[in-house]
C-alpha cells in the first residue's frame, strides 16, 4: 500500500476521495458530540444532577479532546493520518457504547472523555489529509469545506437524532452510533493510503528540520500570535461549543416558550449557515487577500447575531431562524483560523499549529460550558443573590425551573466575549499569501 501511495500524485481527483473519507470521521465525530444537547433535559432526569453537574460531566469531552490536541499535530507530524484515524474512530465508538448504557455521572463522564479522545483526531486529521494531497493555495478552501462536513454531523445531531429518539429512545440511538464508528474505521482503513514519502521530498533542509512533538509544541505556543488567532477561534466557535452542543436548544425552550422540535431546527439553522458559509469565507479569504477581514466582520456579525439570541421570540420564530442562519454564515468565518495558524508557523509544524489552535479552541468552549452550567445553578438556587431557607429546588428539576432571565443572564457570557474577538482581530497581523502569489505558492 505504501508504494501505492508513492505512486499517488496531488491534486487528483482520488484526492478529494481521500479527503472526503477522512472527512467523514470529523462528520461523524461532530455528531457525537452535539447529542446531548438534544437529550439533555432526560438526561438531567435520569441522573438526578443539576445543570453544574451535568456540564462538568459532559465537558469532559472537551476537557480531554483540547489538551490532546497538543498531541495529534506531531502525531500527525511524525506518523501520517492513516492508522491513527483508524483507531480514534474506535475509540469514539467505545465512548458511545459506554454511554448509550451510563446510569451514572461517572459513566457519563468516562464515555464523554473517550468521545473526546478520539474525536481530538478527526478534524486535525482531515485538514492534515488535505495538505498531503492538495495544493497550499486550497488551503483556506479545504479548511472551511472541512468545517461544513461537520455542520452536517451538527445537522443530523439536531433535529433528525430528536425524531430518533422519540422513536427509539436515546439509549437506542446512541448505541447505534456507536456501530457507524466502527463501520467509518474499516472504511478509513480500505480507502486512505498511507502519507507518501514525496511528500517530505518536497521541503527544503530549513522546512525538514526534527523538532520533535514537545519542542514543535513549545515552538508553536511561544508566538503570541497563535493565542491571539486561537481565542478568536475559539469566540467565534461559541455557538456551535456552547449554543449547539449544549444550553441553546434548552434556551431557546424557556426563553421562547418553543417546543423541543422547534428548538432544535433553530439549531440545525445556525448549522446551515456554517455548512453554507464556511466553504465561501475561505474562498473570499483567498480571493481578496485577507485573513483578518473576513475574521474581523464575522466577530462583528456573530456577536450581533448572539446578543439577538438571548431574546429568541423578540422577532417570532422565522425571526429567530433567520438570526440562526446568519450567525451561522458569519461565525463561519472560523474556518480560516486553521490557515492562520499554519501560516503562521513552520511548514513542518503545520499539523501541530492546527492542533494547537485546536486546543485553545476547545479549552476555552470547555470552561465557558461549565461556566454557563455554574451561573445557572447559582442564579437559580439563590434568586435573589442568596439562598434563603423556604428555597429549595429538586436537583432532576433544576433545569425545568430555571426562569427566562435567569437562563438569559447565564447565556449573556457569549456575546461579551465577542466583543473581545473584535479587539483581537484589530491586532492580528495578516498573513494570507499576495494574491498574484498564491496560485504558485509552493509549501
Known amino acids: 500500500?505504501?508504494?501505492?501511495?508513492?505512486?499517488?500524485?496531488?491534486?487528483?481527483?482520488?484526492?478529494?476521495?481521500?479527503?472526503?473519507?477522512?472527512?467523514?470521521?470529523f462528520l461523524y465525530e461532530f455528531f457525537v458530540r452535539v447529542m446531548p444537547s438534544v437529550i439533555l433535559t432526560d438526561l438531567s432526569k435520569q441522573l438526578n444532577a443539576t445543570p453544574i453537574e451535568l456540564s462538568s460531566a459532559l465537558a469532559f469531552y472537551l476537557w480531554i479532546y483540547a489538551p490532546m490536541q497538543l498531541i495529534v499535530g506531531g502525531l500527525f507530524d511524525r506518523f501520517g493520518t492513516k492508522f491513527l484515524l483508524i483507531g480514534a474512530a474506535l475509540i469514539v465508538a467505545a465512548g458511545s457504547f459506554i454511554f448509550a448504557d451510563a446510569h451514572g455521572l461517572a459513566a457519563v463522564g468516562l464515555s464523554r472523555g473517550l468521545a473526546g479522545f478520539g474525536s481530538?483526531?478527526?478534524?486535525?486529521?482531515?485538514?492534515?489529509v488535505a495538505t498531503v494531497w492538495f495544493s497550499p493555495s486550497r488551503l483556506a478552501l479545504i479548511?472551511?469545506?472541512?468545517?461544513?462536513?461537520?455542520?452536517?454531523?451538527?445537522?443530523?445531531?439536531?433535529?433528525?437524532?430528536?425524531?430518533?429518539?422519540a422513536a427509539f429512545g436515546w439509549r437506542e440511538v446512541v448505541h447505534m452510533a456507536g456501530w457507524c464508528g466502527v463501520v467509518i474505521a474499516v472504511v478509513i482503513l480500505v480507502v486512505v493510503p498511507p502519507r507518501p514519502k514525496w511528500f517530505h521530498d518536497r521541503f527544503t533542509e530549513e522546512d525538514e528540520v526534527?523538532?520533535?512533538?514537545?519542542?514543535?509544541?513549545?515552538?508553536v505556543l511561544s508566538r503570541w500570535q497563535l493565542w491571539v488567532i486561537g481565542l478568536i477561534c475559539a469566540i467565534l466557535y461559541l455557538p456551535l461549543s456552547v449554543v449547539a452542543a449544549m444550553w441553546g436548544n434548552t434556551f431557546m425552550e424557556t426563553t421562547g416558550s418553543f417546543?423541543?422540535?422547534?428548538?432544535?431546527?433553530a439549531t440545525v439553522m445556525l448549522a446551515v449557515g456554517w455548512l453554507v458559509g464556511c466553504p465561501l469565507t475561505g474562498v473570499i479569504s483567498d480571493r481578496i487577500g485577507s485573513r483578518r477581514i473576513p475574521l474581523l466582520a464575522g466577530s462583528i456579525g456573530g456577536g450581533i447575531a448572539m446578543t439577538l439570541l438571548l431574546w429568541p421570540n423578540m422577532f417570532g420564530y422565522w425571526g429567530l431562524l433567520s438570526i440562526m442562519l446568519v450567525g451561522g454564515i458569519m461565525t463561519s468565518t472560523q474556518a480560516i483560523c486553521f490557515a492562520v495558524a499554519m501560516e503562521l508557523s513552520p511548514k513542518a509544524l503545520r499539523g501541530t499549529a492546527a492542533a494547537c489552535t485546536n486546543f485553545i479552541c476547545m479549552l476555552?468552549?470547555?470552561?465557558?460550558?461549565?461556566m454557563i452550567g455554574w451561573v445557572l445553578t447559582s442564579t437559580v438556587l439563590a434568586p435573589n443573590g442568596h439562598r434563603t431557607a423556604g428555597h429549595t429546588i429538586e436537583t432532576a428539576n433544576m433545569l425545568q425551573n430555571a426562569t427566562p432571565e435567569q437562563f438569559r443572564w447565564a447565556m449573556a457570557i457569549v456575546p461579551a466575549l465577542f466583543v473581545v474577538s473584535i479587539v483581537l482581530c484589530?491586532?492580528?497581523?495578516?498573513?494570507?499569501?499576495?494574491?498574484?502569489a498564491s496560485s504558485t505558492a509552493t509549501p
Open 426 to 436: 484589530l491586532i492580528l497581523p495578516e498573513t494570507a499569501p499576495p494574491r498574484k
Open 143 to 165: 479548511a472551511g469545506m472541512t468545517t461544513a462536513v461537520g455542520m452536517l454531523g451538527e445537522v443530523i445531531g439536531q433535529t433528525p437524532m430528536s425524531a430518533a429518539v
Open 364 to 370: 476555552v468552549a470547555a470552561g465557558i460550558q461549565i
Open 259 to 265: 417546543t423541543s422540535d422547534q428548538a432544535s431546527f
Open 210 to 219: 526534527d523538532f520533535g512533538i514537545i519542542h514543535g509544541i513549545r515552538m
Open 120 to 128: 481530538a483526531f478527526a478534524f486535525i486529521g482531515a485538514i492534515y
Open 1 to 25: 500500500m505504501s508504494s501505492l501511495s508513492n505512486r499517488l500524485e496531488r491534486g487528483r481527483w482520488y484526492s478529494w476521495f481521500f479527503w472526503a473519507t477522512a472527512s467523514s470521521f
